[in-house]
């Protein structure tokens, strides 16, 4: 195929009516064809459509065009579509134009005329610009048959199970001492009704035994390096100052620990109480002890009692070790799959609730402890409890309130937490379950039943006597000072029936959003990930590639990408897995071709772009000029991505990214800078 | 100035932040005005600040820059090397009598399709304010 | 003062060294109020050396300038030493030299002259007219003493120093292997007023003033070829695959050649002053590198050629960095 004269074909799409309704399309054609280069100038309606990549095909074959310009949707949406036509056609994909007169012309601009103007302007750029591309060489690297897992929730689990009984080496790391994440925490799970338990258990099971998995809990990634296919991670091993080969798990330790029973749970929301060497719940994976180092007085305060720390006499296994030092693993892998989870929002940051301010006042995970059978109180939806976990009082009227930090401007969280509606109705369904003669309300805004089953089960709650009362509580408030009475209002207004009202309960249960992690930015330093405006990490395509990111290789599930129930959450693991495991299993990538390279002989040698390439993907070597030694600068393909800030750094133009060269950017700039 | 004229703009943006948040203000059919004409690059750090003399010269009445927020540059820090370098040049025009109106620089990311739309109004305000670029303009276009 | 027997003296003992090739510094000029750069070759040049307050040209600039000649077949390139005399203010031309990887550090021998100040050509003309014999000029007190074609006058030093040395902050050379004279005292400093001066203008003062400059311009690139800093093999202004600029020399390309010029100076000037000194049509060249210079210093206080250890400007950043024009 020649290229060396070129011989242009512009093809103008009409994207249905998207383009042709504003955008005079036959005019913008018939421009083209005046243009210099331009052998054939074409319209179609949808050029991405089968009929229309044929069309570029057949051109090419039998006018021996030897560049294409599609002047149709952003790049960003189908440059590899037509990239794809140009090289079954035989031709360099990177012969490949495009002008956006969709995204950037006929949608965003209303009079006919200028919009055509302006189309005809963009086709004449890439016009200028196909002149002087070049055909680059597509490269392939190796992809190591592995995938890095971060987080070990049921997302982390699912995508790492998947993978690894695909046959491919997995590494997981959960920054928590145990698996399972925030669905280890759940009693039931809507609409079904199942224990979250008794299906999470098996897979975090799975996990810990799986002999092409290597586990890796009370772990961090400190440090990401390479690219797609050949990754570099290091993790550290946090120390648990327990030798987990030697520990049984027998919890021997924790009943002697002098702290037993006197430090708030994480895994109970700080309704139940631990020891500071703990298990993070019964059911912990893996079933190995750890001891809290700011907590345990032997390392926070140097000295735990008279005779040295009880948990290591009492430790038959010789399991403690206060010596104990974290540990660097350094892995190499092919993809990473980033699943992270989320934090559920802080209720504090709604003063109205006064969920700070009274006990009888908590959220819905907090409900979710309470209720469970292995929680604190056994299941029993126990109330005032004394400091010792005794006493208490059932509730007899329990509110729900919506929408508690999401939909909520005041909080930042405009979106819509997608789980809230229906564990609310779950969560009234097992006080109706326990309690049944209390009586129940929820407060909510709207409901939200859009999932399979969510409508029956919202419906079949209402039918179990739970009042739905439609309006936003301003105010929760205690009605008396009497600390033995606990009744609380709720204010509200009842916006079905206009009627402003001041409910007693004795129980109030916020339904809590989700929100992004409160480190997510450490996350997105680490991966170069970036977000939405939600705060969540943001996916290539909000439609197309919900699992990719834009850093090829690194993947997102479960609810870091945003809010999710489980079964969307699992379906999305599995897509991230499946992912991951096309660039596994088929072993090999394409890298960027649109990488910088020198012209030696035009190089001084200053190393500016050595120092400006963020990817450290230049160094300067020794290159002999006619006998003289003299150093330049030298590109490493596989490392660079091709930005391009070396070539802005650069004063003699040395150093160009290939398909973005000065010489390929200068045309464009001479036909858009032009007044008309 | 005194007579009402349309500015030409022409706008850098880089691939990952900026066109993006422009396609969005596409796909979201937020309308702006069609003076801005855009050139796609990989990151704002590609950006020569002789690119905009370069365009000054050939006609353009502003330029606009747009990446990635601070600390969001999918290069990581092409941005950082954009906002020095762009920085000083607008210095430089200023200081040969260029109206600094003419320079522009932000940050669009790729959800920020309306701050876009606010951006180029922004830019063509500024533009018309300046008046015609003809104070170096190449009188001779084709030869 | 700088003696020039002993300068001599310490020049000769360099180029009698056998990892020395050759030798940069000053000699009488031809005509006028200016000397002559001087590359010597051999031991027995030395005399030829001078230093006085003629001698205002970089000798810096000379050594990136070299042209690196094939090596016939069978030779080994010439890596002997550079031997340069620098004062102060040039010396800053090699600090950035070495910031930019020109040559090594041991790849040359700096002889530092401590200077107090050199004649503005343009100001002594003016001042006395044109000659067509070398001028001498000796410094006395707060005076210049010339001898122009056998007559001797004298101006007042204030009024006929060069605009650099008026400001100068760096009379010492910054980096040297050895001093030819003792220090001398810092005396001028430097508050750009000039630059505060000139930003007064509106832009269509600017323009107007600089319409009229940049329109005299004939495009001879004295200013690029005589810059220190000015050594890539293949100028972006010259080039012709891309043209950035057009060879015609109407006001546009001419605007546009000297924007390139001062922005790939930005962060990289080290106010030697060469490239208005050596300006046929008289344009202020330094305005333009002058403001870049304050703003370079303002905005990330920085200052090039002076730290051989720095980053270059451009090739590094503060995530702190000024942005309040950011949209």
């Known amino acids: 195929m020649s290229s060396r004269r070129p011989k242009i074909g512009v093809y103008v799409c009409h994207c249905g009516i998207n383009i042709g309704s504003v955008v005079d399309v036959p005019a913008v054609v018939e421009y083209a064809s005046s243009l210099p280069g331009v052998a054939i100038a074409r319209e179609y309606t949808y050029m991405c459509s089968d009929p229309g990549q044929n069309l570029v095909k057949e051109d090419i074959k039998t006018s021996g065009l030897n560049r294409v310009i599609v002047a149709s949707c952003s790049p960003r949406m189908h440059e590899p579509t037509f990239r794809k036509t140009l090289k079954e056609a035989g031709l360099n994909p990177y012969f490949l134009e495009m002008a956006n007169i969709r995204e950037q012309c006929s949608w965003v601009h209303e009079d006919h005329a200028e919009a055509t103007e302006k189309a005809k302007k963009l086709v004449e750029a890439a016009v200028a610009k196909a002149l002087v591309l070049e055909a680059l060489e597509e490269k392939e690297v190796d992809v190591i048959p592995s995938c890095l897992v971060i987080g070990a929730g049921i997302a982390g689990i699912q995508a790492a199970l998947d993978i690894a009984d695909a046959g491919f080496k997995v590494y997981v790391v959960e920054k928590t001492p145990s698996v399972g994440g925030h669905m280890s925490q759940l009693d039931k799970t809507f609409p079904t009704l199942d224990c979250s338990a008794c299906i999470l258990t098996p897979k975090m099971v799975d996990v810990a035994n799986h002999p092409n998995i290597e586990l890796m809990t009370y772990s961090q990634v400190e440090a990401v390096e390479g690219y797609v296919g050949n990754f570099k991670a290091t993790i550290r091993k946090k120390a648990r100052y327990v030798d987990v ?46 001891i809290d180092p700011e907590r345990c007085l032997q390392l926070s305060k140097g000295k735990c009692g008279k005779e040295g720390p009880a948990c290591a006499e009492a430790c038959t296994a010789g399991a403690v070790n206060f010596e104990q030092e974290d540990e660097l693993v350094d892995i190499e892998c092919g993809t990473i799959i980033v699943a992270t989870g989320y934090d559920v929002f802080d209720a504090a940051r709604k003063p109205e609730y006064a969920w700070s301010d009274y006990a009888n006042v908590i ?8 209720v469970s059978a292995s929680g604190p109180t056994g299941g029993k939806p126990l109330l005032g409890r004394d400091k010792k976990g005794e006493g208490g009082y059932l509730p007899q009227k329990v509110a729900f309130i919506h929408c508690v930090g999401s939909r909520d401007k005041s909080v930042g969280n405009e979106y819509c937490s997608r789980v809230c509606c229906m564990y609310l109705a779950k969560q009234a369904h097992l ?48 009605k008396n000072a009497d600390p033995e009475d606990h009744t609380l209002i709720v204010k509200v207004e009842d916006t079905l029936t206009a009627q402003a009202l001041e409910a007693e309960h004795d129980m109030v249960v916020l339904g809590v959003g989700l929100e992004p992690r409160h480190d997510v930015r450490e996350i997105i330093d680490l991966f170069k990930l970036s977000q939405s405006t939600d705060g969540f990490f943001m996916e290539a395509h909000p439609k197309l590639r919900p699992v990719d990111t834009a850093s090829d290789g690194i993947f997102l599930a479960g609810c870091c990408q945003g809010p999710k129930d489980i079964p969307d959450t699992v379906a999305q693991a599995k897509g991230a897995a499946s992912s991951a495991l096309i660039l596994i299993a088929s072993g090999k990538v394409n890298v960027e071709a649109q990488v910088s390279f020198v012209t030696s002989s035009e190089c001084r040698g200053c190393g500016f772009c050595v120092e400006v390439c963020p990817f450290g993907a230049i160094e300067l070597v020794d290159e002999n000029r006619m006998g003289n030694i003299v150093k330049v600068a030298l590109v490493n393909e596989a490392l660079c991505k091709g930005c391009g800030s070396c070539a802005a750094a650069c004063l003699s133009g040395a150093i160009q990214p290939r398909s973005f060269k000065d010489e390929q950017i200068l045309p464009q700039i001479a036909v858009l800078g032009v007044r008309t | 100035m005194s007579e009402e004229y349309e500015p030409n703009i022409l706008a850098f943006l880089c691939n990952w932040c900026s066109y993006a948040g422009a396609d969005l203000a596409g796909t979201s059919r ?4 069609p003076n801005i004409k855009i050139i796609r690059v990989m990151c704002s750090g590609r950006v020569n600040p002789l690119f905009l003399v370069n365009a000054l010269q050939q006609g353009a009445d502003g330029v606009l820059i747009s990446g990635c927020h601070p600390g969001d540059c999918h290069y990581l820090e092409g941005n950082f090397y954009a906002r020095r370098r762009f920085m ?21 990311s790729a959800s920020e399709g309306a701050k876009f739309k606010e951006v180029i109004d922004e830019t063509v305000a500024k533009a018309k304010e300046a008046g015609p670029m003809d104070q170096f303009r190449r009188r001779q276009l084709n030869w | 003062m700088v003696d020039e027997t002993i300068l001599r003296e310490k020049a000769r003992e360099v180029l009698a060294r056998d990892d020395v090739r050759r030798l940069i510094g000053w000699k009488r000029g031809t005509y006028g109020y200016e000397s002559a750069p001087a590359v010597l070759k051999d031991a027995s040049q030395a005399d030829e050396l001078i230093f006085d307050p003629t001698c205002v040209q970089n000798p810096a600039s000379f050594i990136t300038l070299e042209e690196k000649l094939p ?47 050199v004649v503005d050509r343009r100001k002594a003309q003016k001042m006395f007219g044109d000659t067509s014999e070398p001028v001498m000029i000796k410094e006395e007190g707060d005076k210049f003493v010339f001898i122009i074609d056998g007559e001797t006058r004298e101006g007042p030093r204030a009024e006929l120093l060069a605009d650099k040395c008026v400001r100068c902050r760096f009379p010492n050379p910054l980096v040297y292997d050895e001093l030819v004279a003792d220090e001398v005292a810092v005396w001028g400093a430097d508050e ?39 050594y890539c093999l293949e100028c972006v202004v010259t080039k012709q695959k891309p043209q950035w600029t057009r060879r015609s020399t109407d006001v546009s390309e001419n605007t546009a050649y000297h924007i390139q010029r001062a922005w790939h100076l930005s962060g990289r000037c080290i106010e030697c002053g060469e490239c208005e000194r050596v300006c046929p049509v008289d344009i202020p060249i330094t305005t333009l590198n002058r403001k870049m210079t304050r703003d370079v210093k303002e905005l990330f206080s920085y200052e090039p050629g002076v730290d051989v250890e720095a980053e270059p400007l451009l090739s590094c950043y503060n995530p702190q960095d000024p942005e309040e024009y950011i949209m």
């Open chain 1, 431 to 478: 006080i109706r379950d326990k309690l049944p003669e209390a009586d129940i309300t929820v407060y909510y805004m709207d409901v939200r039943a859009f999932g399979k089953g969510f409508e029956e089960f919202y419906d079949r709650v209402r039918r179990e006597g739970v009042r739905y009362v439609r309006g936003n509580p301003s105010e929760v408030f205690k």
């Open chain 2, 30 to 33: 937020t309308h702006y005005l």
């Open chain 3, 192 to 230: 750009f007023a000039d630059v505060d001066e000139f930003e007064k203008m509106s832009p269509p003062e600017k323009w107007k003033f600089w319409e009229e400059q940049f329109s005299k311009c004939i495009r001879c690139y004295s200013c690029r070829n005589v810059c220190p800093m000015c």
């Open chain 3, 71 to 117: 090596v016939p077949r069978g030779q080994d390139p010439d890596t002997r030493k550079v031997a340069v005399l620098v004062k102060g203010c040039d010396s800053r031309a090699v600090v950035q030299q070495l910031v930019e990887k020109a040559y090594t550090r041991d790849g040359v021998i700096v002889l530092g002259v401590p200077c107090t100040g």
């Open chain 2, 88 to 108: 000083l040049m607008r210095k430089l025009l200023e200081h040969v009598g260029v109206d600094p109106g003419r320079v522009n620089m932000s940050w669009v």
């Open chain 1, 363 to 370: 959220t819905g995970l907090e409900f979710e402890r309470l």
């Open chain 1, 245 to 290: 080969s030697k520990c049984t798990g027998c919890g021997v330790c924790a009943e002697n620990c002098r702290l037993a029973g006197r430090i708030p749970s994480e895994f109970d929301e700080n309704i139940g109480m631990r020891s500071a060497i703990y298990l993070p719940f019964p059911q912990a994976v893996p079933a190995k002890y750890t």
